[in-house]
């Protein structure tokens, strides 16, 4: 059965610097395409990156383009969220989900399976 876990939110200063986690259980990751979302209070989920099952083909929002970078590891089975430049605006619970596929524009994609979830707080 499908588990996707994230880690490594955490309280950060404005201007810094996080790396999010999301370990798949499962299934093997170089067959599957993840993307990374947030939800901030009060707004709707937004889709952030996308990364496809080889690695090679990696897509952002433009909210974040320049600041976040995918990636992945398939021997670890994880996908990575690196997060630069901080802004309080990037507060919000961070999740990863499997997606059929990783969509030019990522407001396209289509999940399938989510994470719990990982708190991300940008505050001084």
């Known amino acids: 059965q499908l588990q996707l876990v994230e880690s490594g939110g955490g309280l950060v200063q404005p201007g810094g610097s996080l790396r999010l986690s999301c370990v798949a259980s499962?299934?093997?990751?170089?067959?599957?395409?993840i993307g990374w979302f947030r939800q901030a209070p009060g707004k709707e989920r937004e889709a952030l990156s996308c990364i496809s099952s080889s690695g090679g083909t990696t897509n952002h929002a433009d909210s974040v383009k320049g600041r976040f970078t995918i990636s992945k590891d398939n021997a670890k089975n994880t996908v990575y969220l690196d997060m630069n430049y901080l802004k309080p605006e990037d507060t919000a619970v961070y999740y990863c989900a499997r997606v059929t596929y990783c969509a030019t524009y990522v407001s396209d994609l289509s999940a399938e399976s989510w994470g719990q979830g990982t708190q991300v707080t940008v505050s001084s």
């Open positions: 499962g299934i093997n990751l170089n067959y599957y395409a």
